[in-house]
């Protein structure tokens, strides 16, 4: 009975410290084994492992590839430009020995601040060098530029013990500051363009209205000049026309002459004309009474119907207008109501 109870207590220490002094390393992991702070075990295979209970300790790390992004800088190439620049990396602890000693119990943490300032120099560095503008790193070059920093920034990280295994630019912008005078510069380029596009139209607009402005004066010029010939043509056969017709009777010639200026003068219903009865305006019209045969009787043993009688009889023309042939007939109505009293007074 006194046996067991000491038995017990035995196997529940010996299996406790049984189970202090094992650990398992997982395939993601790798360990140390320290004792007090001096590593006396290092274990990077997966596997059970052992060590002295109580006095040494297992510290793991991720074996892992780990993501680090970087903080927003500015960088300045060789064109005074500044960007922005938001880069991202991977790495992996190459060598855990080393590393612990590099960054102590501060672990992955400290790791990583380290690791970040080592990348944020290497961005400076590479992107402010010579020959390095902020169009070669907006451009396709930028890939070869982040090539250059993962390359810098490996052999720089490997006092660390750790491996950098890519990085990349994950955002290169303007500042903010100096945004909206880029966007100006574009616009005011823009606009440059715009308005040599603009001008050259208004060139080409301006010649083509030039040669079509002196197209329409030729081709007007050349019409008129065609309408003036014809024109000149067909006065002269008009005058010829007419210096034919009236050249074989110039007395009537006369005549017809002196009742066009007289329908030229009674152009109104309210014109009135006093004429004397020697007035050159009529003798051309009388002349060409006369010689009809009034030459030869005195006016003054002739009575009105005895003239009319010699009057030589004419028609109206079918060419006269309207107005001019209603005029003429009232006149005639007038003047046979006015010699009808005389007559029956004599």
Do not use: H
Not at 199 to 205: C, D, H, L, Q, T
């Amino acid at each position: 009975m006194r046996k067991s109870a000491f038995l017990l207590p035995a196997v529940v220490v010996v299996i406790a410290v049984a189970f202090s002094s094992l650990f398992i390393v997982d395939e993601r992991e790798k360990a140390l084994v320290l004792q007090f702070g001096q590593i006396k075990q290092v274990r990077e295979t997966p596997g059970l492992g052992f060590k002295i209970p109580f006095i040494q300790e297992v510290v793991k790390y991720d074996d892992r590839i780990l993501s680090l992004d970087t903080d927003t800088i500015e960088v300045t190439p060789s064109d005074d430009r500044r960007l922005v620049v938001d880069a991202f990396a991977r790495y992996r602890i190459r060598d855990v020995v080393q590393f612990r000693q590099a960054v102590g119990v501060g672990g992955i943490r400290a790791a990583e601040d380290r690791l970040s300032s080592i990348l944020n120099a290497q961005i400076r560095e590479v992107l402010g060098a010579d020959q390095v503008t902020s169009d070669t790193i907006l451009s396709d070059q930028r890939r070869d530029l982040a090539v250059r920093i993962r390359a810098q920034a490996r052999a720089a990280a490997e006092s660390l013990g750790l491996e950098v295994v890519d990085v990349r630019l994950k955002q290169t912008n303007l500042p903010q500051q100096n945004l909206e005078a880029t966007f100006a510069r574009m616009r005011a380029e823009r606009e440059r363009e715009a308005a040599d596009e603009i001008a050259r139209g208004n060139e080409a607009a301006q010649r083509v209205r030039a040669a079509a402005d002196r197209t329409v004066v030729e081709t007007v010029s050349q019409a008129e000049r065609e309408a003036e010939i014809r024109r000149g043509e067909a006065d002269a056969e008009r005058n010829r026309i007419f210096a034919q017709a009236f050249g074989g009777n110039p007395e009537f010639f006369k005549f017809y002459r002196s009742l066009s200026a007289f329908e030229r003068s009674l152009n109104s219903d309210t014109s009135t004309i006093v004429l004397t009865p020697g007035s050159d305006f009529i003798s051309a019209m009388f002349d060409a009474v006369r010689a009809e045969g009034l030459l030869a009787e005195e006016a003054q043993t002739l009575s009105p119907d005895e003239l009319r009688e010699l009057a030589p009889q004419s028609e109206l023309s079918e060419d006269l207008p309207e107005e001019a042939r209603e005029q003429i007939e009232r006149s005639n109505e007038e003047i046979q109501q006015r010699s009808a009293p005389t007559e029956e007074t004599q």
